[in-house]
């Protein structure tokens, strides 16, 4: 029941993401006004913005015009769906869940807006990441394991600190946008323990590094190009969230620690 009900909420706020990741970019707010067809400008109806079911049954056009709404949409709400039923499963009815909930949210739309716009707005990660904070510390102290916060809270600072000296070294490889995104993913790896942010960083910086000399090697980017590493920090801390634990266990066991 919390998987599918973290599902059903992935769902409704997937459709919410879109909203944030068409409008936060641009400096608009996402409150008013209503969702519109993009093109004729027409209010969209109630019954036409239902997640997924709407884009299915309009065959992906909108009703008024017949103009082509994006698969963007359906997929980000997918995403969003199947993310919060892995948190659900990872985490279980837990004063956590709130807080992860919220961590894979901002990490998919962060993801789709990088890849978009090439950029991590700051209207996102600056109040986002003192909410997660709280929500952790809160978490904590109900369950009970204060250490779990210190904890959180010096992950935070260690990823913050690490990427802005990869920052600062390198300047075009790595953005602020990127810096502030790993604190934030920093205090919710740092949470469930250091094994799953150095597992989380390290498929990050993996995933981002084998993509670019891809790109590279076959001349789709030049060195002077900015390739977005932020939807390979989303993707790493997700899967270090979900399956950190069997990975670290596996690492241990080959290597011949345990």
Known sequence: MVIAACA?????????????????????SVVRPG????????????????????????RGRCRDCGAAISVQYPLVEVTCAVVFAG?????????????????????VVLAVIDLQTRRIPNRLTYPLTPVLL???????????????????VLSGVVAFGLLLALALINPRGMGMGDVKLAGFIGLGLGYLGWGHLWVGLFL???????????????????????????????????????????????????????
């Open 35 to 58: 969702s519109a067809c993009p093109e004729c400008d027409t209010p969209i109806a109630p019954l036409d913005n239902v997640p997924v079911v709407s884009w299915l049954l309009l």
């Open 134 to 152: 709280v929500l952790l510390v809160a978490a904590a102290l109900l369950e009970g394991t204060p250490g779990s916060a210190v904890r959180a």
């Open 204 to 258: 990050g910086f993996f995933g981002g590094g084998v993509i670019a000399a891809l790109l590279l090697a076959l001349r789709l980017r030049t060195r002077k190009d900015h390739i977005p590493f932020g939807p390979w920090l989303a993707l790493g801390a997700i899967v270090a969230l979900l399956a950190g634990r069997p990975i670290i266990d596996t690492y241990l066991r080959l290597s011949g620690w345990t």
């Open 87 to 107: 948190i659900g499963w990872r985490i279980g009815l837990d004063w956590a869940l709130p807080a992860f909930l919220l961590f894979g949210w901002l990490l």
């Open 8 to 28: 059903l909420l992935g769902l409704l706020l997937g459709s919410f993401a879109n909203v944030v990741i068409a409008r936060v970019p641009d400096g608009g």
